[in-house]
Nanobody, 127 residues
Framework: QVQLVESGGGSVQAGGSLRLSCVGF????????KVWFRQAPGKEREAVAG???????SYADSVKDRFTISRDNAKNTLYLQMDSLKPDDTAMYYC?????????????????????WGKGTLVTVTS
């Protein structure tokens, strides 16, 4: 069982920034597709940003040019830098991983393809 642990959530005013982290406690984590999802109250969970094993990055249109996904394979850590935050970004943010060797396309496949999930970290953006 792979454990994913998110951190970095909190409350911030609109226009502010937060950086989320997700540590994967497994040496194979670096070969997985890794995706950040979010779920706002009353809404379905949506993919926000993802990175494939080869470094290919994808973003949802709603966060493009504001959010940046990155990874540090040496630390088995995934990041989500969130800038210019809006109240609509308020949600529980989850990291997830699809453990396929040399995985590609996890963002497009979405939550049904993910093998492991973190418990989430809450982001609240106030106006």
């Amino acid at each position: 069982q792979v454990q994913l642990v998110e951190s970095g959530g909190g409350s911030v005013q609109a226009g502010g920034s937060l950086r989320l982290s997700c540590v994967g406690f497994d040496y194979t984590y670096k070969m997985a597709c890794k995706v950040w999802f979010r779920q706002a109250p009353g809404k379905e969970r949506e993919a926000v940003a993802g990175v494939d094993s080869d470094g290919t990055i994808s973003y949802a249109d709603s966060v493009k040019d504001r959010f940046t996904i990155s990874r540090d394979n040496a630390k088995n850590t995934l990041y989500l830098q969130m800038d210019s935050l809006k109240p609509d970004d308020t949600a529980m943010y989850y990291c997830a991983a699809e453990f396929v060797t040399f995985c590609k396309g996890g963002f497009a496949r979405g939550e049904s393809a993910m093998d492991y999930w973190g418990k989430g970290t809450l982001v609240t953006v106030t106006s």
